[in-house]
């Protein structure tokens, strides 16, 4: 019987809180969490662990994470690249949205790019370990089918109605 490995995560988001507590949710699910800033520390962590052999299982990123040199470094850096690299990488957004020209901008290049999941703020632990528990059942079940995909909604927790 083989062994159950822990989860190998990136996590990328700009807010330090956010992503000290979205680091907390997923170490206490039993995860090997790096969590990083922005997309550019995301690609440099998530190209030398493909160098290494250790690829991700998965990245949560924030969508918007400007930098004060204005590099490009989004969550949309991240899924093109990623996608075009390893698809099996599962890239799950999480993001606060916005009601503006340029999110909706965004939001539409991500979806082209077929993230695996895209996730509103605020993000309960519950909720954060549920989209965990998916990303585990997903690797779970590439090993006996590689190209199984879930549907984005998947990801979400159902809410019962009361």
Partial sequence: MSEIKPL??????????????FEEFA?????????????????ASYFERLKQGKPYDAIITDLSMPRKDELP???DLIVEIVKRVT????????????DDARYKRLMETVQQADPDAILQKPISRDDFTYVLSMVDYVRATRLQVPTFKLQPSEYRPIIPNI
């Fill in 87 to 98: 698809p099996q990488t599962q890239v799950i957004f999480i993001t606060g949205g916005q």
């Fill in 8 to 21: 190998e995560l990136l996590i990328v988001e700009d807010h330090d809180m956010n992503r000290e507590i």
């Fill in 27 to 43: 170490r206490d699910y039993g995860a090997n969490v790096t969590a990083v800033r922005d997309g550019i520390e995301a690609l």
């Fill in 73 to 75: 470094s989004g969550g």
